[in-house]
């Protein structure tokens, strides 16, 4: 499993989303907003991982979990960008290509 492509890049956007809030002192201090923000991004890596040695059915059940939380990302990025003026175009352009691939995974299998 760590070495599918998709996992290792679902890992590095986890790192990213915790520097975004790292680095962010007022984001930092909403921690509702950061704590599911947090999870949302973990969700994704932890989907891929848990259903990969799953039945193909189970696996791409795990793969909609996955797809979902990359949409829920998105639209927590969205919100911190509106509230805290954060850039976070550019996450949340990668999170948008991450669940594309994630969908175009499912498909082939």
Same mark, same amino acid.
């Given at each position: 499993?760590?070495?599918? /492509?998709? !996992?290792?890049?679902?890992? *590095? &956007?986890?790192?990213?989303?915790?520097?975004?809030?790292?680095?962010? $002192?007022?984001?930092?201090?909403?921690? %509702?907003?950061?704590?599911?923000?947090?999870?949302? $991004?973990?969700?994704?890596?932890?989907?891929?991982?848990?259903?990969? *040695?799953? $039945?193909?059915?189970?696996?791409?059940?795990?793969?909609?979990?996955?797809?979902? %939380?990359?949409?829920?990302?998105?639209? =927590? =990025?969205?919100?911190?960008? &509106?509230? !805290?003026?954060?850039? $976070?175009? %550019?996450? /949340?352009? %990668?999170?948008?290509? =991450?669940?594309? /691939?994630?969908?175009?995974?499912?498909?082939? &299998?």
């Amino acid at each position: 499993m760590e070495k599918l /492509r998709i !996992y290792q890049d679902a890992l *590095k &956007l986890v790192a990213e989303v915790y520097l975004l809030i790292k680095n962010d $002192t007022e984001l930092a201090k909403d921690f %509702s907003l950061n704590d599911q923000l947090k999870r949302a $991004t973990i969700s994704i890596v932890a989907n891929i991982a848990e259903g990969y *040695k799953r $039945t193909k059915k189970q696996y791409k059940n795990y793969l909609q979990i996955a797809s979902g %939380s990359c949409n829920e990302v998105v639209a =927590l =990025l969205q919100i911190v960008e &509106l509230v !805290y003026k954060a850039e $976070t175009k %550019s996450l /949340r352009d %990668s999170f948008n290509v =991450l669940g594309k /691939r994630i969908n175009a995974l499912y498909k082939v &299998l």
